[in-house]
């Protein structure tokens, strides 16, 4: 159930970016060292267990975006999530509050959730929001950061309110190209 709800989120924040455009808890499960890179070395990040790769080529507006993404299931109701988003330069993202709005809203629309907390700020100088939202008996525990064209996220789903290692997992978010 978990799977489901963090992909259905990014692909989410992918499509409500686009459509809004005009033109640290402990446990046993605590993320580890040495950091995970993409194969792209778009980022890297430090998954407790190895993840598998994710990706998917969605429509949206008349333009095929690729979401890509890494997910570590720990357990039957604990799963982490990191991913990204490339957008073509169409795509217009001059205003980050706009972008990472619509990112908010799409993944609460998408898994038909209940936003229960959101704070907008920077993460490593790029515009970010960081929320957790309730869908189906889970949480979801989120940080999306725009850097220019490129979106990235990290998500922590759980049985759990607030997910424990969230911000742990989120703060070994590491962007390392655009």
């Given at each position: 159930?978990?799977?489901a709800l963090v992909v259905l989120g990014v692909a989410a924040t992918a499509?409500?970016?686009?459509v809004s455009q005009p033109a640290s808890h402990a446990s046993s499960s605590t993320p580890s060292t040495p950091l995970f890179t993409?194969?792209?070395s778009h980022f890297s990040v430090a998954f407790p267990v190895t993840p598998i790769s994710q990706s998917e080529t969605l429509p949206v507006n008349g333009t095929d975006l690729t979401i890509t993404e890494y997910v570590a299931t720990v357990s039957s109701t604990d799963q982490y999530e990191a991913g990204y988003v490339l957008y073509p330069d169409s795509v217009n993202t001059s205003n980050p509050s706009v972008n990472l709005a619509g990112a908010v809203?799409?993944?609460v629309t998408s898994t038909g959730g209940i936003l229960l907390s959101q704070s907008q700020g920077t993460y490593q100088g790029f515009p970010s929001v960081d929320f957790l939202l309730s869908a189906a008996g889970?949480?979801?525990d989120y940080r999306v950061v725009l850097d220019g064209h490129s979106l990235y996220?990290?998500?922590v789903g759980s049985t759990v309110n607030p997910p424990a290692n969230f911000t742990s997992f989120a703060s070994s978010l590491k962007i390392l190209a655009p």
């Open positions: 159930m978990v799977a499509a409500a970016v686009l993409d194969p792209g809203q799409g993944a889970q949480y979801i996220q990290v998500a």
